[in-house]
């Protein structure tokens, strides 16, 4: 495991440097937002790719909107923290960063002053290669819009999904589905849930208390219609409908396209991994990667934009 050096306020630390005070409110109450952000290694270019940085820092800013937090970075300033952090350990593979904007002040109501920090590591594939997760309907529900909008992307939100992950994994799963509070299917633990039922591939609304995935928004406007010519439908879906889907999977940041092959211990399909997933994860790693060269504005070159 390598032991990058954290980005943080600035300046590139040690691991054990990197350190919060015990009486701020980002360590007592949790008040931080964050994004999970990918960079991918192309070696025939030569270059670290980061993927769709832009909507990440925008939906960073919304996070920090919402939790009231003082703004003080622009894109310009983010840009060059990602790089600086990918750049300043020399990354020549392909790394997961969490970049976490937090509260220093004391207090529940306090939100200012902020800070900023990066973190990369190594995220490994989260199903075994040639394998789908074994998943079940979670027992807990989905936090609503009204109580901790998931639409929220702060650190607090999470124990939501923690207590569902224990929780399945005490059973016997790999990992949980959450239902919302109309009883509906709303995604997993940071990750959207796409399934594919009667040939077409189908999709939880942003009204189902889910996360806006940025990964889910690549997969609708582009991926499925415009490079693999499947049709999306983004609607409400009943617990049952899982159980007689031909496939679903997960997707995200972290999760790339994790095939999901049996739900509440029905296998979906064949109980294999499905085409349609196939294709999918396929084509997104050919573009988040920089093999398919479309969309290149949705790829951050690391090293050109250090050395220019």
């Keep these: 495991m390598a032991d990058f050096k954290i980005w943080m306020n600035g300046r590139l630390l040690p691991q054990d440097q990197a350190v919060l005070p ?4 980002a360590v007592f109450y949790a008040t931080n937002v964050f994004e999970g952000l990918r960079a991918y290694w192309n070696a025939t270019d030569g270059e670290l790719y980061a993927f769709r940085l832009a909507d990440h820092f925008a939906r960073l800013r919304e996070s920090m909107k919402m939790m009231r937090f003082s703004v003080p970075y622009g894109d310009d ?3 060059e923290a990602v790089r600086a ?3 300043g350990n020399g990354v020549q593979e392909d790394v997961h960063m969490h970049m976490v904007a937090y509260v220093l002040g004391a207090g529940m109501d306090a939100t200012s002053p902020t800070g900023l920090y990066i973190n990369p590591r190594q995220r490994g594939r989260l199903a075994p290669e040639g394998r789908g997760l074994a998943c079940c309907v979670s027992s807990w529900q989905r936090t609503s819009d009204n109580a901790i909008p998931i639409r929220l992307k702060c650190g607090a939100n999470y124990q939501n999904g923690r207590l569902a992950l224990l929780q399945a994994k005490a059973d016997g799963y790999d990992a949980p589905i959450f239902l919302n509070r109309d009883g509906k299917v709303a995604e997993g633990t940071g990750a959207t849930l796409f399934m594919v039922r009667k040939g077409r591939v189908v ?3 942003t009204a189902s208390d889910i996360l806006e995935s940025i990964t889910r928004a690549t997969l609708i406007e582009d991926v499925c219609p415009g490079m693999l010519g499947l049709d999306v439908a983004e609607r409400d879906i009943d617990r049952t409908e899982l159980y007689v889907a031909e496939e679903a999977f997960f ?3 972290g999760y790339e396209i994790t095939p999901i092959t049996s739900i509440d211990r029905f296998p979906l399909g064949s109980g294999e991994i499905g085409p349609v997933t196939r294709a999918i994860s396929k084509v997104y790693m050919g573009l988040v ?6 969309h290149p504005e949705w790829r951050t070159p690391t090293y050109k934009a250090v050395t220019v």
Excluded: E, H, K
């Excluded at 015990?22 to 409110?25: E, I, Q, R």
């Excluded at 990667?289 to 479309?294: E, I, L, S, Y």
């Design 22 to 25: 015990v009486n701020s409110a």
């Design 77 to 79: 300033d983010l840009f």
């Design 85 to 87: 952090v990918l750049a």
């Design 203 to 205: 999709t939880p609304g």
């Design 251 to 253: 997707c995200g940041s």
């Design 289 to 294: 990667r920089g093999v398919d060269t479309q």
